[in-house]
């Protein structure tokens, strides 16, 4: 069992920033050797990939939030970030982080842009 805690969200005008933070309760080892990613869920709508990265620091990351987001990862922490600038109202959403493409999942934080 992985326990995964986001922190990190909030309400923001839109153009604003906001940084995520997921700390994960696995070993230093086993985390640093894990894909983790990021995804959101907004209302009606399905959960869907945001972000991920790979064990060697690869990327992913949709369309619609390239070049606004960056993921990121401190393995001595065992800590997943994402940071995320130039944010629209359609990032509104739950973000939640993510072990191993869905293995285990955070509880989630809500993002709120404003217009």
């Known amino acids: 069992q992985v326990q995964l805690v986001e922190s990190g969200g909030g309400l923001v005008q839109a153009g604003g920033s906001l940084r995520l933070s997921c700390a994960a309760s696995t070993s230093t080892s086993i985390f640093s050797f894990s894909v983790m990613g990021w995804y959101r869920q907004a209302p009606g709508k399905q959960r869907e990939l945001v972000a991920e990265i790979t064990s060697g620091s690869s990327t992913n990351y949709a369309d619609s939030v390239k070049g606004r987001f960056t993921i990121s990862r401190d393995n001595a922490k065992r800590t997943l970030y994402l940071q995320m600038n130039s944010l629209k109202p359609e990032d509104t959403a739950v973000y939640y982080c993510?072990?191993?493409?869905?293995?285990?999942w955070g509880q989630g934080t809500q993002v709120t842009v404003s217009s």
């Open positions: 993510s072990y191993r493409r869905g293995v285990f």
